[in-house]
């Protein structure tokens, strides 16, 4: 028997992976009837190397990820997801996404884009995806289709 998911995480962050993982997230949540909780991490070790910390550069980081979020909340209801919510999250991306938020909210399932890092760059600075799957409490679909493997390619090269 297939198991019916009932809280589904989506995590986005402005990325091409990001929006097809968001777009499979839907069409889950509206097949199984479930709770859709768009989220998005801020790296606040990102602001640790400024060395000249503004908070307005916090605010409009945060503004920005608002907007953004608003547009997904948007595209979510307009599919026919009954039951959205997104969320702005400050901290490690990788254990908020694989654990402190799926654990507050009951996430039964996390879904994700494919990370766009070659092997080096893993090796180097880790995937937020691979940490992901390798430590989540609970099920993680990574998306990842050949027109979005064929479009990083394209722009790296």
């Known amino acids: 028997m297939l198991k019916q998911y009932k809280h589904i ?11 097809l993982a968001f777009s499979k997230a839907v069409a889950l949540a509206k097949k199984n009837d479930a709770v859709l909780e768009i989220l998005h991490v801020i790296d606040t070790r990102s602001f640790q190397n400024v060395s000249s910390f503004d908070s307005a550069m916090v605010e409009q980081v945060s503004a920005d990820a608002k907007d953004k979020l ?3 909340y948007a595209r979510a209801q307009k599919a026919g997801v009954q039951d959205v ?5 400050f901290g490690s991306p990788k ?11 009951h996430i039964d399932l996390i879904v ?11 090796l180097l600075i880790g995937s937020v995806t691979e940490y ?3 430590t989540a409490d609970c099920d993680v679909l990574v998306c990842r289709t050949k027109e979005i493997q064929a479009a990083l390619k394209a722009e790296k090269d």
């Open 132 to 134: 992901v799957t390798r």
């Open 85 to 89: 919510h997104y969320s702005i999250e």
């Open 9 to 19: 995480q989506v995590s986005v962050d402005g990325s091409k992976e990001a929006d």
């Open 70 to 72: 608003e547009e997904y």
């Open 112 to 122: 994700v884009g494919a990370t766009g890092l070659n092997a080096v760059e893993r």
């Open 95 to 105: 254990t908020i996404i694989g654990h402190e938020f799926p654990t507050k909210h």
